[in-house]
């Protein structure tokens, strides 16, 4: 299934099929294929049809055998680039917002993980800007999104399993840091119900009583998924408490899925450093998208926020505070205030969340190149106060297990269950001492 340069590159020069090789391929959806392929595309997206593959989607597709294993066909239109979104109810309109699709290569290597898809409308084909970056990685995004419902999988494992966004090269930092970003858009976007997590309607849509063993390998069993919403809109209450907090473990949950060297490790070792770095990273994602909006709070999910500012505080229910009180206070002026002076990128803040001895290597590699004016004691600084953000997330992780303790105990805000025992709880020995997690 894999697709190589030289392939493509051979594509460029007739007419032949990305999909098949077929020698009669023309521009369709996105790329180039035989009108073999483009029928069977459009079928696939307009009747919604769901592919499952019996050899583990590692079927080769050829103009021969296009027809044995429709999983890997649809699988490898996908790659190419061809598009779920440029499949319109009639043709007129498909000539209408015509777009085209490039295959950009990055430090233009020869190699398949560096080969990026990039879909821009023809009008802008020439720009080159940061906005412009953005607008196709959510285009890019957007459609991983829409491929993905085509494939048939139990919808309570984790996203990682999908295996739906493209590999990247351990040995460059662009290819990395393009990896995840597009990985943090995917479990920010992804929903399988159109509703947001706040309402009484998601009390059924969520449990607290799912093992941490269970938790791990499926994400779903704690929630099903709606789109993250980060922007502030309302003022968080203990009772939208549980149904945030569902909403963000399984979150976490979906994206240490896609990190490999956590694929990597024994279910133990796993399943213990994914219990305890739970907290830590989520704090350490709700701390830079409240910097992200520069805002004067932090952000919960699904629109709420707990608010920085503490005259806002009196109308805050005093359950939330017992909880939250502490936390937010450490969170707004050792992470939020001095990651906005910083001007934190999402690119720095997607390194820090892996916290791995490579990962920190390609960090000092993005402040050198995008802060040139630093000389070497200005990017050693720079990068101490990064790494010290860390340090605070997982002091108000500690923190938050106090409360929460507190909260199952008595069953506050309805918080008692399984899962919240095993991360806040459990995870501490007879003594109070915190248990290591794994490091490699």
């Given at each position: 299934?894999?697709?190589?340069?030289?392939?493509i590159?051979?594509?460029?020069?007739?007419?032949?099929?990305y999909?098949?090789?077929?020698?009669?391929?023309?521009?369709?959806y996105?790329?180039?294929?035989?009108?073999?392929?483009?029928?069977?595309?459009?079928?696939?997206?307009?009747?919604?049809?769901?592919?499952?593959?019996p050899?583990a989607?590692?079927?080769?597709?050829?103009?021969?055998?296009?027809?044995?294993c429709?999983?890997?066909?649809?699988?490898?239109?996908?790659?190419?680039?061809?598009?779920?979104?440029?499949?319109?109810?009639?043709?007129?309109?498909?000539?209408?917002?015509?777009?085209?699709?490039?295959?950009?290569?990055?430090?233009?290597?020869?190699?398949?993980?560096?080969?990026v898809?990039?879909?821009?409308?023809?009008?802008?084909?020439?720009?080159?800007?940061?906005?412009?970056?953005?607008?196709?990685?959510?285009i890019?995004?957007e459609?991983?999104?829409?491929?993905?419902?085509?494939?048939?999988?139990?919808?309570?494992?984790?996203?990682?399993?999908?295996?739906?966004?493209?590999?990247?090269?351990?040995?460059?930092?662009?290819s990395?840091?393009?990896?995840?970003?597009?990985?943090?858009?995917?479990?920010?976007?992804?929903?399988?119900i159109?509703?947001?997590?706040?309402?009484?309607?998601?009390?059924?849509?969520?449990?607290?009583?799912?093992?941490?063993?269970?938790?791990?390998?499926?994400?779903?069993?704690?929630?099903?998924?709606?789109?993250?919403?980060?922007?502030?809109k309302?003022?968080?209450?203990?009772?939208?408490?549980k149904?945030?907090?569902?909403?963000?473990?399984?979150l976490?949950?979906?994206?240490a899925?896609?990190?490999?060297?956590?694929?990597?490790?024994?279910?133990q070792?796993?399943?213990?450093?994914?219990?305890?770095?739970?907290?830590?990273?989520?704090?350490?994602?709700?701390?830079?998208?409240?910097?992200?909006?520069?805002?004067?709070?932090?952000?919960?999910?699904?629109?709420?926020?707990?608010?920085?500012?503490?005259?806002?505080?009196?109308?805050?229910?005093?359950?939330?505070?017992?909880?939250?009180?502490?936390?937010?206070?450490i969170?707004?002026?050792?992470?939020?205030?001095?990651a906005?002076?910083?001007?934190?990128?999402?690119?720095?803040?997607i390194?820090?969340?892996?916290?791995?001895?490579?990962?920190?290597?390609?960090?000092s590699?993005?402040?050198?190149?995008?802060?040139?004016?630093?000389?070497v004691f200005?990017?050693?600084?720079?990068m101490?106060?990064?790494?010290?953000?860390?340090?605070v997330?997982?002091?108000?992780?500690?923190?938050?297990?106090?409360?929460?303790?507190?909260m199952?105990?008595?069953?506050?805000?309805?918080?008692?269950?399984?899962?919240?025992y095993?991360?806040?709880?459990?995870r501490?020995?007879?003594?109070?001492?915190?248990i290591?997690?794994?490091?490699?």
């Amino acid at each position: 299934m894999d697709i190589k340069p030289s392939d493509i590159l051979e594509s460029r020069k007739g007419t032949f099929c990305y999909v098949c090789g077929d020698n009669t391929g023309t521009y369709h959806y996105g790329s180039i294929c035989c009108s073999g392929c483009k029928g069977f595309f459009r079928r696939t997206v307009r009747f919604n049809k769901l592919y499952t593959c019996p050899y583990a989607r590692r079927c080769v597709v050829s103009k021969d055998n296009r027809n044995l294993c429709k999983a890997c066909r649809f699988e490898k239109c996908l790659k190419v680039g061809m598009s779920p979104l440029l499949v319109k109810g009639d043709r007129k309109d498909n000539k209408k917002h015509d777009p085209i699709t490039v295959i950009e290569e990055l430090d233009n290597r020869q190699t398949a993980n560096e080969l990026v898809i990039v879909t821009k409308n023809y009008h802008h084909e020439n720009t080159s800007s940061n906005l412009d970056y953005c607008q196709n990685m959510e285009i890019e995004i957007e459609n991983i999104i829409i491929a993905s419902k085509f494939f048939v999988r139990d919808r309570a494992q984790a996203l990682g399993t999908l295996e739906i966004i493209p590999e990247y090269n351990a040995n460059d930092f662009q290819s990395i840091t393009k990896y995840y970003s597009l990985v943090e858009r995917l479990c920010d976007a992804y929903s399988e119900i159109d509703m947001t997590h706040l309402t009484k309607e998601f009390d059924d849509k969520c449990s607290l009583n799912v093992p941490q063993k269970i938790a791990v390998k499926e994400p779903g069993q704690i929630c099903h998924r709606t789109a993250m919403q980060w922007d502030p809109k309302v003022r968080a209450s203990s009772a939208m408490f549980k149904y945030v907090w569902c909403r963000c473990a399984a979150l976490y949950f979906d994206w240490a899925s896609h990190v490999h060297e956590i694929k990597e490790l024994n279910e133990q070792d796993k399943e213990i450093l994914l219990v305890g770095r739970c907290i830590p990273i989520t704090w350490l994602t709700m701390g830079y998208k409240s910097v992200e909006r520069n805002f004067n709070g932090i952000v919960f999910s699904g629109g709420s926020y707990f608010p920085g500012d503490k005259s806002e505080w009196a109308y805050m229910d005093k359950d939330l505070l017992l909880i939250c009180e502490e936390p937010v206070k450490i969170m707004m002026n050792e992470f939020v205030q001095p990651a906005i002076e910083m001007k934190v990128t999402e690119t720095e803040y997607i390194l820090l969340r892996q916290a791995k001895a490579k990962y920190i290597s390609a960090l000092s590699l993005v402040v050198q190149k995008f802060s040139p004016h630093l000389n070497v004691f200005g990017a050693m600084s720079r990068m101490s106060k990064l790494i010290m953000l860390i340090s605070v997330a997982e002091r108000v992780a500690e923190k938050e297990d106090n409360g929460m303790s507190l909260m199952s105990l008595f069953n506050i805000a309805h918080i008692r269950g399984t899962l919240p025992y095993d991360i806040h709880i459990r995870r501490y020995n007879v003594t109070g001492t915190r248990i290591k997690e794994f490091e490699e």
